[in-house]
């Protein structure tokens, strides 16, 4: 190792050429390449693109809906080429139906929306759906149709339900028409209620296909140039591109079940049974708990669907008969009313035409008789053991029998309980008689002879 002195390199013109050659030939690299960075990073957020497939296979509601748009939305972002909408369902919510044709007509992706596997529908509000989409498919042996609106609440009068008609029809042709359909045997659907086959539908110009599978609907359409709602042109290329589902998440999940009205009931009854226990034993914790959480699910869910005021008024009125029938004998006449009550207020509480948006009779009687039972019972354990004296404390001296151990009169001394207690009497009591015990007021007796 040499200690010499240590060179150090010139600092002429030649290292300044250098310097901004090298700063030159930085920036070129920077220029070349970022874009292809960026290239490589599009090139990878792209590469999970294809078809987005959304099972949408319930009653259409606030949930359904979410879903729907949720699953169109992320196909938007991840660039896919269509999305296909499996549609099967008997109807649903206006609003909620609203909300879902709004989206398929804004979309930047082509919807596909497709009625099947065979063997199911798409009524009333599926209908909608069905002709508001890009391309509209059905599988052999479905059906769709029969959308007249049908009101909640009671029955409109004769103005306000021709005005319900024609608002469905007219929002039906604005865009029917558009999309290239037969409007005017659309129309039927909602004023006259008619339903279609595949071939009927195929053959009046409702839908633009009839496949059996998603493999069918990508060979049938790939290279089929449509026309988007926005009047601009575009070519579905399908074939070889991968369909991936889009999934409910938990939330979605759990809140489509609680929206069925039938779980809806259950977790209500069960949630006021839980809390009641509670109520009436302090410390339990559990049934309380989960008494709330069944609950807030069952009143998020009536928040949502269509209830009928008469039938709450009736299941209450069942809870308050299986109250009086506790307290009372009426040898079982007022849980019966209880239980009837109980039943036509369940069957009554969720005011839609739809069936699957009612409470079945099979669900009204089976949650209604064991909770009846249930109630009678812990009320009656209730009741009973407010009546029974106390057998604990001062509160169990009461009615006692105990001996004069010294004449009584202002004052004295009894033995009760195998215990001495001062006592006193308004009427003077002899020493060795038996006492009776009227109250207790400290450490100190009102007694009275036996």
């Not at 009046?204 to 296909?209: A, G, K, S, W, Y």
């Not at 699957?356 to 009973?384: C, D, K, N, Q």
């Amino acid at each position: 190792m040499s200690n010499g002195p240590v060179e150090h390199p010139p600092h002429g013109p030649e290292t300044g050429h250098t310097l901004r050659a090298l700063l030159v030939a930085k920036n070129r690299m920077r220029r070349t390449l970022l874009p292809k960075l960026f290239f490589l990073l599009a090139c990878a957020s792209s590469a999970d693109a294809g078809i987005l497939r959304i099972d949408l296979d319930d009653v259409i509601h606030p949930i359904t809906a979410e879903y729907a748009i949720q699953g169109i939305t992320e196909a938007e972002e991840a660039g896919d080429t269509a999305v296909i909408l499996r549609l099967s369902t008997p109807g649903g919510l206006d609003q909620s139906t609203r909300q879902i044709i709004e989206k398929i007509l804004s979309s930047k992706v082509p919807v596909i929306v497709f009625v099947g596997p065979s063997g199911i529908r798409a009524a009333s509000a599926g209908f909608f759906i069905l002709l508001a989409a890009d391309v509209a498919v059905m599988a052999p042996g479905t059906n769709t149709g029969a959308a007249h609106p049908v009101t909640i609440g009671g029955k409109p009068d004769d103005i306000m339900a021709k005005k319900i008609e024609n608002d469905a029809a007219a929002y039906l042709r604005s865009f029917v028409a558009k999309r290239g359909r037969n409007a005017a045997v659309a129309e039927k659907g909602v004023t006259e209620s008619r339903s279609f086959t595949e071939a009927e539908a195929l053959k009046e110009h409702l839908i633009d296909v009839v496949a059996k599978d998603v493999d069918e609907i990508v060979d049938s359409l790939d290279g089929k140039e449509i026309r988007r709602f926005d009047g601009s042109k575009a070519v579905l290329k399908l074939k070889g591109e991968q369909v991936r589902d889009f999934p409910m998440s938990l939330r979605q999940r759990i809140l489509a079940k609680v929206l069925n009205p039938n779980i809806a009931l259950i977790l209500g009854l069960v949630g006021l049974m839980g809390l009641y226990i509670e109520f009436t034993h302090p410390g339990l914790i559990v049934p309380g708990v989960a008494g709330g959480v069944c609950v807030f699910l069952a009143l998020v869910a009536m928040n949502i669907l269509p209830i009928n005021i008469l039938g709450v008024v009736m299941i209450l009125a069942a809870l308050v008969l299986f109250v009086i029938e506790a307290k009372v004998t009426s040898y079982g006449l007022l849980a019966a009313l209880g239980i009837a009550s109980m039943v036509m207020g369940a069957l009554i509480l969720i005011d839609s035409p739809i069936p699957e948006l009612r409470v079945r009779l099979s669900t009204a009687l089976g949650v209604t008789l064991p909770f009846a039972a249930i109630s009678v019972f812990l009320m009656r354990l209730v009741i009973i053991s407010h009546r029974k004296k106390s057998v604990t404390g001062s509160e169990g001296m009461v009615d006692e029998i105990g001996v004069a151990l010294t004449d009584i009169g202002a004052e004295g001394r009894i033995r009760v309980h195998g215990e001495i207690w001062q006592a006193h009497s308004e009427a003077p009591i002899a020493a060795g008689e038996k006492v009776r015990v009227l109250a207790v007021d400290g450490m100190n007796v009102r007694v009275s002879r036996v």
